[in-house]
């Protein structure tokens, strides 16, 4: 009778605990963070999708036992206003509960872009106002803390104090504005904001663990970026010497590609300096594969459920 629901509902509990708890521990995503981020984004997408799907298709199960047609049953008789006579209180509270979910989901996720992107633009305002513009993007704060943050968006602005400027040699300068602009050109912040939606709509462990992670791999992809044109011992240096223990408040807040202010702890700046120094392996065939692996399971983790769905 719920033969569609099963599936999507042991789906549904995986990809919200287990497999978020796997993936954050796991190693490999260091030596391969794009395609760990878009194993991630897919444990999202399907994470979503069969959380709202396990309980549609326990509604619509004595409709038929497939789940679209049985939601293609249920809207005819909603077009006609009628409730299916088939249709008991057991599925009655499991479709009230797909609404509740995905208004939930869309919701918070809609309110959270929404609450990020004004908050960037008063910040990108303030800061206009109160610093020097040293180019298009690139803003000079009267500060003698050091510290360096992106405040993207579709005109972005780079950041930076005067005490960063004391603290950092030429080429340890240029690599942290490359790791800057990387974040802006590449729009990370799109590729965070999901993840902090989803957090803030189950703030349960996994969803933090899950955004603690993807914004840790862009901090990863953005030292990349700089450490190709600058070097990975000036990025390391200028991480020492500005990103430390200290810990720069504005630095952790906005670097982390969303650029908003929230609770979630800064990408570790050891982690990042122990990775540029010290450039994770790969020789060994298990090393490699772990890439072509992650964005295979990506595709599976999203095409299967709709291919279950839409068959
Ligand atoms: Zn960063």
């Not at 199960?61 to 206003?81: I, M, N, Q, S």
């Not at 995905?102 to 305002?125: K, N, P, Y």
């Amino acid at each position: 009778m719920f033969s569609d629901a099963w599936p999507l509902a042991v789906l549904a509990v995986l990809l919200a605990w287990p497999v978020p708890v796997f993936l954050a521990r796991a190693a490999w995503p260091r030596r391969h963070a794009r395609a760990a981020i878009a194993l991630w984004q897919a444990v999202g997408i399907a994470g979503g999708l069969s959380l709202i799907g396990a309980p549609l298709a326990v509604g619509v199960a004595p409709l038929d036992k497939h789940l679209r047609t049985g939601l293609v049953e249920l809207w005819r008789d909603a077009f006609h206003l009628r409730v299916p006579a088939s249709l008991g209180l057991a599925q009655e509270v499991a479709l009230a509960l797909a609404a509740v979910l995905t208004v939930r989901l869309v919701g918070v996720t809609l309110l959270s872009a929404f609450r990020i992107e004004r908050d960037l633009r008063r910040q990108r305002d303030a800061v206009d106002l109160a610093a020097e513009h040293a180019d298009r993007q690139l803003r000079v704060l009267e500060h003698a803390a050091p510290a360096a943050y992106c405040l993207p968006g579709t005109r972005p602005r780079i950041v930076i104090t005067e005490g960063t400027i004391a603290a950092l040699a030429p080429d340890e300068l240029e690599a942290v504005l490359a790791h800057e602009r990387a974040h802006a050109k590449w729009r990370h912040e799109l590729v965070v904001q999901p993840f902090v939606a989803w957090e803030s709509a189950l703030p349960l462990p996994p969803a933090r663990r899950a955004t603690a992670s993807v914004t840790a791999l862009v901090e990863m992809l953005a030292d990349d970026h700089a450490a190709r044109s600058a070097g990975r011992p000036a990025l390391a240096r200028a991480l020492v010497a500005i990103g430390g223990t200290a810990g720069p408040v504005p630095n952790q807040r906005a670097d982390d590609g969303s650029g908003a202010a929230r609770s979630t702890p800064g990408t570790p700046t050891l982690d990042r300096v122990q990775r540029l120094v010290k450039p994770p392996g790969g020789a060994a065939l298990a090393e490699r594969v772990m890439g072509p692996a992650a964005w295979l399971a990506a595709i599976l983790l999203v095409a299967g459920p709709t291919w279950y769905v839409l068959r």
